[in-house]
Structures are given as structure tokens and as C-alpha cells.
């Protein structure tokens, strides 16, 4: 038990990342990653069949998640087999990975937010003229008070390290929380290889559905090994909840809900599974806001234009596979970054990725099934 313990602190990173590199057999790293998470993850599923699982390659939460059965889980893109997509991109992952190249790569191409400045050691490396360090920032923030800028890490998932900044009557405020300008400096003081970005207000119908987080559309896009183009594999819209603020992050609790490929249509919404138990809900659990028929805006130029994105950035730096975050404005849509290993968990609630031939037979060509 003490040696579970110490894993997830010293092991888990480095495991996935040598599984990524290549660097050993994923064959035996691959189950001392899943043994890893499994551990920490849903402690009430007893006997044999959390076990039989595992040896599928799914953790006891995609079990409850997509209700596995012994005739249905081979449709399912397991956690093992998630685990082996961080190859397919090979050395094109860079490009999405770094926040900053991703957006200098598209710059011109599509909607995307402004990135003002990097910080590195605590140090702020200004990519413009309205501040050029910490004190010039808080005057900026001082004389704009209704501006909101985005602080977060260069490379980062799932929301983490994502602070939404504001000024507010003489202090910071961080997501929820106020700061003095004293504390502001010391938090800017400790960060390293994070970036300063513009906020993107979401347009009315992603703010009715929930105000208190920036609600994204994530769309899984491949590349046909047959035809060498870009095709749409699932969608989802994740809207945040009082659990996930500020983010809406299906991993913390906020909703996925499923978007009809053809119509653009939301479906029901799920959430993460809590005690053992699946939330399904058709209206949003804390706004009331119905969420089941209604129609997303601008989807046919959201497909469009995330198709154009796949295919070019395929054809300069061979990358496959990528879950996008769009978010949906009055005027349009803005990108606000590609993933190179997304998680599928949002996307498999709903249906399993593997019933689809295309889709099958991509992760197939990519060696993710064998």
C-alpha cells in the first residue's frame, strides 16, 4: 500500500511520458500506468469484474462510464489503447503541445485568441506594446477594469494552472478568488512556461447555457489513411457546472453533451460518474437551461473550417489526430487549441468511437488496436 501511494507522485508522469517517447515497451508500461490510476479512482467497485475489466484495458470509471458489458466493450476505445494515441503524432505533438507555436502556426487561418506576453522564471516576455512586466501589467489592468486576460501554462491540460484575471476595485481577482497586488506579484514571481492571453467572451447561447465557465465545443478530427483528408470522428459540448467553475472540463464534473454530426443538434448531457452512478440530464443541473434539441450556431462553418485547420496542419507537419476546443462567439467561432492525446471519455459516454468502420480503421492503421 505505501508503495501505491508514492506512484502516482513519482511514476505516473514519467510513465506515460516513455510511453509516449517510445523510449520502452508500452506493452509493459501501459498496465503499471493503469494500475496507477485505477487505484486512486472509484474505490467502491468490488470483485471480479473490475478486475476482468482492467485486464481489458479499462479503469473501473470507463466501466460505470460506459457501462461495459461482455458484449459491447470491444466497441470502446479502451484506456490502454487512449494511452497509445500520444504516439500517432510522432513529432508533430510539438505543435500542439506549445500553446504558443500552436497559435503562431494558425495565426491567419482561423479565429484565434491574441497571446500578449510568456513567463518564464517569473520573468513576463512581453509580444506587445500594452505592458512589458508585473507592474506595467497591473496598470493595464488598472486602467482597463473591465478587461479579463487569461493566464495558463504553455503546455497544460484539463484546466489546470488556468487562472482568469480581472482587476477589481484596487485588488486581482483570480477565477473566484481576490488577491492583493502584493500577492499578484509573487503569484506571477512563481510561474514558469505559462502565457498571457486574450479572453474570448463566448456569444449568448454558450453564456445561457452557463455563464460562470468558458463553454467549449471539442471535435475529434482523423485522418483517413485511404484519402490522406481530414473527417470529423465526434463533437461534444462541454458546458461547465458549479462543480467544474471556471472551467468546463467534463473531468471535473462539468457536462458533455452530444451534437448530432449532421444537424448540429445537442443531444442529452452527461456527467462524470459520482458514487458509482452516471448523471444524465436534458436540462443544465444548475441554470435549469434546456440543453437536449437545441440547435448549435454557426455548425455547418465550424465543420467547415475545422476540416480546412486538420488538413493543413496534416499536410505541414503530419498530425493526424487532434481534439479541438472551439468556442462559439455571436460573430463566430474562435480555436482555442488542439490537443494532441485527448481524452475520448466525453465523446464514448454517448456512443462507442469503434462502431464506426472509418474510425476503426484509423486507430487500426495507427497501431492503436494491436
Same mark, same amino acid.
Given at each position: 500500500?505505501?508503495?501505491?501511494?508514492?506512484?502516482?507522485?513519482?511514476?505516473?508522469?514519467?510513465?506515460?511520458?516513455?510511453?509516449?517517447?517510445?523510449?520502452?515497451?508500452?506493452?509493459?508500461?501501459?498496465?503499471?500506468?493503469?494500475?496507477?490510476?485505477?487505484?486512486?479512482?472509484?474505490?467502491?467497485?468490488?470483485?471480479?469484474?473490475?478486475?476482468?475489466?482492467?485486464?481489458?484495458?479499462?479503469?473501473?470509471?470507463?466501466?460505470?462510464?460506459?457501462?461495459?458489458?461482455?458484449?459491447?466493450?470491444?466497441?470502446?476505445?479502451?484506456?490502454?489503447?487512449?494511452?497509445?494515441?500520444?504516439?500517432?503524432?510522432?513529432?508533430?505533438?510539438?505543435?500542439?503541445?506549445?500553446?504558443?507555436?500552436?497559435?503562431?502556426?494558425?495565426?491567419?487561418?482561423?479565429?484565434?485568441?491574441?497571446?500578449?506576453?510568456?513567463?518564464?522564471?517569473?520573468?513576463?516576455?512581453?509580444?506587445?506594446?500594452?505592458?512589458?512586466?508585473?507592474? &506595467?501589467?497591473?496598470?493595464? /489592468? +488598472?486602467?482597463?477594469?473591465?478587461? @479579463?486576460?487569461?493566464?495558463? $501554462?504553455?503546455? =497544460?491540460?484539463?484546466?489546470?494552472?488556468?487562472?482568469?484575471?480581472?482587476?477589481?476595485?484596487?485588488?486581482?481577482?483570480?477565477?473566484?478568488?481576490?488577491?492583493?497586488?502584493?500577492?499578484?506579484?509573487?503569484?506571477?514571481?512563481?510561474?514558469?512556461?505559462?502565457?498571457?492571453?486574450?479572453?474570448?467572451?463566448?456569444?449568448?447561447?454558450?453564456?445561457?447555457?452557463?455563464?460562470?465557465?468558458?463553454?467549449?465545443?471539442?471535435?475529434?478530427?482523423?485522418?483517413?489513411?485511404?484519402?490522406?483528408?481530414?473527417?470529423?470522428?465526434?463533437?461534444?459540448?462541454?458546458?461547465?457546472?458549479?462543480?467544474?467553475?471556471?472551467?468546463?472540463?467534463?473531468?471535473?464534473?462539468?457536462? &458533455?453533451?452530444?451534437?448530432? /454530426? +449532421?444537424?448540429?443538434?445537442?443531444? @442529452?448531457?452527461?456527467?462524470? $460518474?459520482?458514487? =458509482?452512478?452516471?448523471?444524465?440530464?436534458?436540462?443544465?443541473?444548475?441554470?435549469?437551461?434546456?440543453?437536449?434539441?437545441?440547435?448549435?450556431?454557426?455548425?455547418?462553418?465550424?465543420?467547415?473550417?475545422?476540416?480546412?485547420?486538420?488538413?493543413?496542419?496534416?499536410?505541414?507537419?503530419?498530425?493526424?489526430?487532434?481534439?479541438?476546443?472551439?468556442?462559439?462567439?455571436?460573430?463566430?467561432?474562435?480555436?482555442?487549441?488542439?490537443?494532441?492525446?485527448?481524452?475520448?471519455?466525453?465523446?464514448?459516454?454517448?456512443?462507442?468511437?469503434?462502431?464506426?468502420?472509418?474510425?476503426?480503421?484509423?486507430?487500426?492503421?495507427?497501431?492503436?488496436?494491436?
Amino acid at each position: 500500500m505505501i508503495c501505491m501511494g508514492i506512484l502516482p507522485v513519482f511514476v505516473k508522469g514519467r510513465v506515460l511520458s516513455m510511453v509516449e517517447s517510445g523510449k520502452v515497451m508500452r506493452k509493459l508500461l501501459i498496465p503499471v500506468a493503469l494500475l496507477i490510476n485505477n487505484k486512486q479512482r472509484h474505490q467502491s467497485i468490488k470483485g471480479v469484474k473490475k478486475y476482468y475489466y482492467l485486464t481489458k484495458g479499462f479503469m473501473n470509471e470507463s466501466m460505470i462510464l460506459y457501462g461495459l458489458t461482455s458484449k459491447n466493450y470491444t466497441h470502446y476505445l479502451s484506456d490502454s489503447q487512449i494511452l497509445k494515441t500520444g504516439t500517432i503524432n510522432q513529432d508533430g505533438a510539438y505543435y500542439l503541445n506549445n500553446k504558443v507555436v500552436f497559435v503562431d502556426m494558425l495565426e491567419g487561418r482561423i479565429g484565434l485568441p491574441k497571446t500578449f506576453a510568456t513567463i518564464n522564471e517569473g520573468k513576463i516576455s512581453t509580444r506587445t506594446t500594452l505592458f512589458h512586466d508585473t507592474e &506595467s501589467l497591473l496598470e493595464y /489592468l +488598472e486602467e482597463n477594469p473591465d478587461l @479579463k486576460l487569461v493566464i495558463k $501554462p504553455i503546455a =497544460g491540460a484539463e484546466g489546470r494552472g488556468v487562472g482568469l484575471i480581472s482587476w477589481n476595485n484596487g485588488v486581482i481577482k483570480r477565477n473566484s478568488q481576490h488577491m492583493t497586488l502584493q500577492a499578484f506579484r509573487e503569484y506571477i514571481s512563481g510561474l514558469d512556461n505559462y502565457f498571457i492571453s486574450e479572453f474570448i467572451q463566448q456569444g449568448q447561447f454558450a453564456n445561457e447555457l452557463f455563464s460562470d465557465s468558458l463553454n467549449t465545443i471539442r471535435i475529434l478530427t482523423m485522418i483517413d489513411p485511404q484519402t490522406d483528408k481530414a473527417f470529423i470522428a465526434a463533437a461534444v459540448f462541454r458546458v461547465g457546472t458549479r462543480l467544474s467553475a471556471p472551467t468546463d472540463n467534463f473531468s471535473r464534473r462539468g457536462l &458533455s453533451v452530444a451534437i448530432d /454530426l +449532421e444537424t448540429g443538434q445537442l443531444g @442529452k448531457a452527461a456527467m462524470i $460518474p459520482h458514487e =458509482g452512478i452516471v448523471n444524465w440530464f436534458e436540462r443544465h443541473p444548475n441554470t435549469g437551461k434546456l440543453l437536449t434539441g437545441q440547435q448549435v450556431p454557426h455548425w455547418p462553418d465550424i465543420q467547415t473550417n475545422l476540416l480546412d485547420v486538420a488538413n493543413y496542419i496534416n499536410q505541414r507537419h503530419q498530425i493526424k489526430y487532434v481534439g479541438w476546443d472551439v468556442v462559439v462567439t455571436d460573430q463566430g467561432i474562435q480555436l482555442l487549441e488542439g490537443n494532441s492525446r485527448p481524452g475520448v471519455s466525453l465523446h464514448q459516454v454517448h456512443q462507442p468511437l469503434l462502431i464506426n468502420p472509418k474510425v476503426k480503421a484509423f486507430y487500426h492503421h495507427h497501431q492503436v488496436l494491436n
